[in-house]
């Protein structure tokens, strides 16, 4: 089985930094494709970051600038460096990542739990 642990939301006030990581374990053989979504109360899911396993990343607009995605390849964990902070990012982040389990032959992909993020003055 594979499990994804993610940390770091909390409430900080708008103009602040976060930095949401998120662990991945387990029968692991290496990962793939990884990335952010959030979802606001009465919103959809949105997505956020992604970062390829190489390194290339790419953002939605709204976060362009002011979010930074990273992972740490040897620790199957990956990152969100949030700063800015806004009101409108107050939203529940969820992490995913592209997992290829140790005797499988394809990728599968896992969700984290959830990190709560809220920005409040």
């Known amino acids: 089985q594979v499990r994804l642990v993610e940390s770091g939301g909390g409430l900080v006030q708008p103009g602040g930094s976060l930095r949401l990581s998120c662990a991945a374990s387990?029968?692991?053989?290496?990962?793939?494709?990884m990335g952010w979504y959030r979802q606001a109360p009465g919103k959809q899911r949105e997505l956020v970051a992604t970062?390829?396993?190489?390194?290339?990343?790419t953002y939605a607009d709204f976060v362009k600038g002011r979010f930074t995605i990273s992972r740490d390849n040897a620790q199957n964990t990956v990152y969100l460096q949030m700063n800015s902070l806004n009101l409108e990012d107050s939203a529940v982040y969820y992490c995913?990542?592209?997992?290829?389990?140790?005797?499988?032959?394809?990728?599968?992909?896992?969700w984290g739990q959830g990190t709560q993020v809220t920005v409040s003055s």
């Open positions: 995913y990542v592209e997992v290829l389990r140790g005797g499988s032959s394809a990728y599968d992909w896992y």
């Open positions: 387990g029968s692991i053989d290496s990962t793939g494709l």
């Open positions: 970062i390829g396993s190489r390194g290339r990343a």
